[in-house]
Nanobody, 116 residues
Framework: QVRLVESGGGLVQSGGSLTLSCAAS????????MGWYRQAPGKQRELVAR???????NYSDSVKGRFTISRDNAKNMVYLQMNSLKPEDTAVYYC??????????WGQGTQVTVSS
């Protein structure tokens, strides 16, 4: 079992920056692929960025070049640095940990609101 707790959301002006953090419980955090997803009102949840246990990252086209995902396995933490934020980035952001179909965990989400 892995418990994930997000923090760092808030209200920011367009062009601003925020860093989201996700704290994970469990001693085997290092083997999980960790991801950030988001869900805007009336839309499906979508992948924002994902980082494997060995640090290989990929991003959605909509955030590539603006967002950076990172992890600290020693601290059981994963981060999402968000720069040049746009109003369309407004959503609830969720942290995800996955190492297979029976090992898929979600945090409670943190709201990010970008004003124009």
């Amino acid at each position: 079992q892995v418990r994930l707790v997000e923090s760092g959301g808030g209200l920011v002006q367009s062009g601003g920056s925020l860093t989201l953090s996700c704290a994970a419980s469990g001693s085997i955090f290092s083997i999980y692929t960790m991801g950030w997803y988001r869900q805007a009102p009336g839309k499906q949840r979508e992948l924002v960025a994902r980082i494997t246990n060995i640090g290989s990252a990929n991003y959605s086209d909509s955030v590539k070049g603006r967002f950076t995902i990172s992890r600290d396995n020693a601290k059981n933490m994963v981060y999402l640095q968000m720069n040049s934020l746009k109003p369309e980035d407004t959503a609830v952001y969720y942290c995800n940990g996955n190492r297979g179909p029976h090992y898929d965990y979600w945090g409670q989400g943190t709201q990010v609101t970008v004003s124009s």
